[in-house]
């Protein structure tokens, strides 16, 4: 089993509508949590932390349930340059930082 | 302040031939690390270091080796190249391994023939 899994996709949306990716992690002693964001070929770039509370960054949600080991992104209002792959990160206090296999999302007019 | 500069950006090799990738960062950052990255896949730790002096092997680290002189600079060495290397590389930083928020480079594209 991977450390980390991803719904593995793709999701094709039309502008405008909602999608929630989700994320589990097999590693109980996993101590922070992140979304990043890759476009075709490109280099990851973090989309935003995820914790305990929740947070949101405008039309982003972020969620993480500790006890079931799950973490979610929500995206609202979707738009065509939402349109990439959603990579979810989960790291350990030594800094090992392990990546999920991403989910594709595609958002059409 | 250029980030992390990773070279080459592409490279072909032949198997059994030897290089090193480079990758250097100017933000003082702690914790450097290399990935690789297949097609359709996520990135997979290869090595990574916590600091100048200290390595520690990743996930796939096999036909790979590092080291770490300096806090600015990782080199990322293959050995004996093999197809099953072709990939696309990525070094990333971070300021420390506790506030482990990646930076990374743009990648170096390998192929193996």
């Known amino acids: 089993r991977k450390e980390v899994e991803q719904d593995p996709g793709p999701f094709n949306v039309p502008e405008g509508a909602t999608v929630a990716f989700n994320c589990t992690y097999s590693n109980s002693a996993s101590q922070s949590f992140f979304w990043y964001r890759q476009d075709c070929r490109k280099e990851p770039k973090l989309l935003m932390s995820v914790y305990s509370s929740g947070n949101e960054d405008g039309r982003f949600t972020a969620q993480l349930n500790r006890a079931s080991q799950y973490i979610s992104l929500l995206i609202r209002d979707s738009k065509l340059s939402d349109s990439a792959t959603y990579l979810c990160v989960v790291n350990t206090n030594a800094g090992k930082s392990t990546f999920g296999d991403g989910t594709t999302l595609t958002v059409k007019p | 302040n250029a980030g992390v500069t990773q070279t080459p950006k592409f490279q072909v090799l032949k198997t059994g031939q030897s290089m090193t990738l480079q990758c250097a960062q100017d933000m003082n950052h702690e914790y450097m690390s290399w990935y690789r990255q297949d097609p359709g896949m996520g990135l997979r730790l290869i090595h990574y270091?916590?600091?100048?002096?200290?390595?520690d092997q990743g996930e796939v680290p096999n036909g790979y080796n590092v080291s770490r002189s300096t806090t600015e600079d990782f080199p990322l060495r293959l050995l004996s190249a093999a197809p099953s290397q072709t990939s696309v590389y990525f070094c990333?930083?971070?300021?420390?391994?506790?506030?482990?928020?990646?930076?990374f480079g743009a990648g170096s594209r390998l192929t193996v023939l």
């Open positions: 990333a930083s971070s300021y420390s391994t506790r506030a482990n928020v990646l930076t």
């Open positions: 270091s916590v600091g100048a002096g200290i390595t």
